[in-house]
T-cell receptor
């Protein structure tokens, strides 16, 4: 079964450093999402791409977070500078076609600890 | 946005049927109801999705009454491996994912 790939699985970084997460969606999936999940809470959408275009980044803290999907396939989420409150699991997800209502599939997540 | 309310936690013994109810009084006409399962340190896994009446797959059943203001996820004969957090989401799957808002979920604990 195809999966959404994410790396790194775990990352520890110091406050004020830069950190990046990579995601490779399921092949053929045009829609890609980045979510953040704080321990004990449900996932919160940060940004959504349709192919290479951002369609929703209303919850993305743009002063420190950036996301790109240059060729409409894999994607990178960057945080610079990292803050203690950014410690969370960052989930990437993808779906075949937003307009057809296909199921959203999640990756295993990338755990970030900021010290 | 349709807000969902579900129990914070539930306990069950192995082999029993578990029913988790979700309230969504403000569900919109185009909204579907979707359930995800999440194990610790893993991403959410799709379980089932429905619009009305009853949907069944190899894992669970989803019961939706005519007014669609609530839904019930039914897990037949749970096992220890079903211990997880279950999220009920309500939204238009053809729209932006921001309409598919996760709540805090229901933490199901299955014991022997």
């Amino acid at each position: 079964e195809a999966e959404v790939a994410q790396s790194p699985r775990y990352k520890i970084t110091e406050k004020s450093q830069a950190v990046a997460f990579w995601c490779d969606p399921i092949s053929g999936h045009a829609t890609l999402y980045w979510y953040r999940q704080i321990l004990g809470q449900g996932p919160e959408l940060l940004v959504q791409f349709q192919d290479e275009s951002v369609v929703d980044d209303s919850q993305l803290p743009k002063d420190r977070f950036s996301a790109e999907r240059l060729k409409g396939v894999d994607s990178t989420l960057k945080i610079q500078p990292a803050e203690l409150g950014d410690s969370a699991m960052y989930l990437c997800a993808s779906s075949y076609d937003r307009n057809s209502g296909n199921t959203i599939y999640f990756g295993e997540g990338s755990w970030l600890t900021v010290v | 946005l349709a807000k969902t309310t579900q129990p914070i936690s539930m306990d069950s013994y192995e082999g029993q049927e578990v029913n988790i109810t979700c309230s969504h009084n403000n569900i919109a006409t185009n909204d579907y109801i979707t359930w995800y399962q999440q194990f610790p340190s893993q991403g959410p896994r799709f379980i089932i999705q429905g619009y009305k009446t009853k949907v069944t797959n190899e894992v669970a059943s989803l019961f939706i009454p005519a007014d669609r203001k609530s839904s019930t996820l039914s897990l037949p004969r749970v096992s220890l491996s079903d211990t997880a957090v279950y999220y009920c989401l309500v939204g238009d799957p053809t729209g932006t994912a921001s309409k598919l808002t996760f709540g805090t979920g229901t933490r199901l604990q299955v014991t022997l």
